[in-house]
T-cell receptor
Framework: ETGVTQTPRHLVMGMTNKKSLKCEQHLGHNAMYWYKQSAKKPLELMFVYNFKEQTENNSVPSRFSPECPNSSHLFLHLHTLQPEDSALYLC??????????????FGEGSWLTVV | AQKITQTQPGMFVQEKEAVTLDCTYDTSDPSYGLFWYKQPSSGEMIFLIY??????QNATEGRYSLNFQKARKSANLVISASQLGDSAMYFCAMSGVYTGNQFYFGTGTSLTVIP
C-alpha cells in the first residue's frame, strides 16, 4: 500500500472538458507537490504547498488550477487543456523544508491524455 | 544554483551482474541530501536510497548502495546482483536545507537487465 494515493490512474479528456486529479497522502507530511512528466523530458515541478499554502507556482498555465484543502489532500483541476498537456502527473509529499534527511515520496501517477 | 546531471541515457547489464549509474551534482548549499528513485513503466516513482552530505559512510539499502564522493560532487548508484525487475528509469535527485521544498531531479538513466 502506497503512502501517496492518486486517482484516477488514467484519464482521457477532451479539450473542452473539466476534470480533476486527486491526491491523498497518509504519511503525516505537510508539504505536497504536483509534477508533470512528459515523454523524454525531465520532471517539471508545477506547484508546491506547505501547510496548505501555495509556495511555488512554476509559471504553470491557468488551465491548471491546484487546490489544497488540508495537508493530506491535493487536487489539480483541469479545464480547456491542450493535447501537449498529455503527460504523467505525479503527486508527492514530504516533511516541511529545512529538515535534514527530508525525503519526497511519490504517488503512482495519473496518466492524462487530452484528445 | 542547484543542478543534477545524469550523463547515461541508457544502460544495459547482464542479469546477476553489478551496475553503476552515474550522477553528479552542483550546489552552493552547505547541507544537502542526495536521493535515487526508480520509475518502472507503470509510472510510480519509488524511493530507493538517501545520502546526507555530512554522512561519513556511504548509504546502503539491500542491493542498492550509493557511492558518495563529496569532493568530486558525485553520488553514483550501485545495484548489485541485477534482476530482471530492475529494468526501469532511475533518477538522481538533490535537496538542500536552505533551498526549501525544491527537489532537483536529473534527466534519468534507462536501465535494461538482460537475461
Amino acid at each position: 500500500e502506497t503512502g501517496v494515493t492518486q486517482t484516477p490512474r488514467h484519464l482521457v479528456m477532451g479539450m473542452t472538458n473539466k476534470k480533476s486529479l486527486k491526491c491523498e497522502q497518509h504519511l503525516g507530511h505537510n508539504a505536497m507537490y504536483w509534477y508533470k512528466q512528459s515523454a523524454k523530458k525531465p520532471l517539471e515541478l508545477m506547484f508546491v504547498y506547505n501547510f496548505k499554502e501555495q509556495t511555488e507556482n512554476n509559471s504553470v498555465p491557468s488551465r491548471f488550477s491546484p487546490e489544497c484543502p488540508n495537508s493530506s489532500h491535493l487536487f489539480l483541476h483541469l479545464h480547456t487543456l491542450q493535447p501537449e498537456d498529455s503527460a504523467l502527473y505525479l503527486c508527492a509529499s514530504s516533511l516541511p523544508p529545512g529538515i535534514a534527511g527530508n525525503t519526497i515520496y511519490f504517488g503512482e501517477g495519473s496518466w492524462l491524455t487530452v484528445v | 544554483a542547484q543542478k543534477i546531471t545524469q550523463t547515461q541515457p541508457g544502460m544495459f547489464v547482464q542479469e546477476k551482474e553489478a551496475v553503476t549509474l552515474d550522477c553528479t551534482y552542483d550546489t552552493s548549499d552547505p547541507s544537502y541530501g542526495l536521493f535515487w528513485y526508480k520509475q518502472p513503466s507503470s509510472g510510480e516513482m519509488i524511493f530507493l536510497i538517501y545520502q546526507g552530505s555530512y554522512d561519513q559512510q556511504n548509504a546502503t539499502e539491500g542491493r542498492y548502495s550509493l557511492n558518495f564522493q563529496k569532493a568530486r560532487k558525485s553520488a553514483n548508484l550501485v545495484i548489485s546482483a541485477s534482476q530482471l525487475g530492475d529494468s526501469a528509469m532511475y533518477f538522481c535527485a538533490m535537496s538542500g536545507v536552505y533551498t526549501g521544498n525544491q527537489f532537483y531531479f536529473g534527466t534519468g538513466t534507462s536501465l535494461t537487465v538482460i537475461p
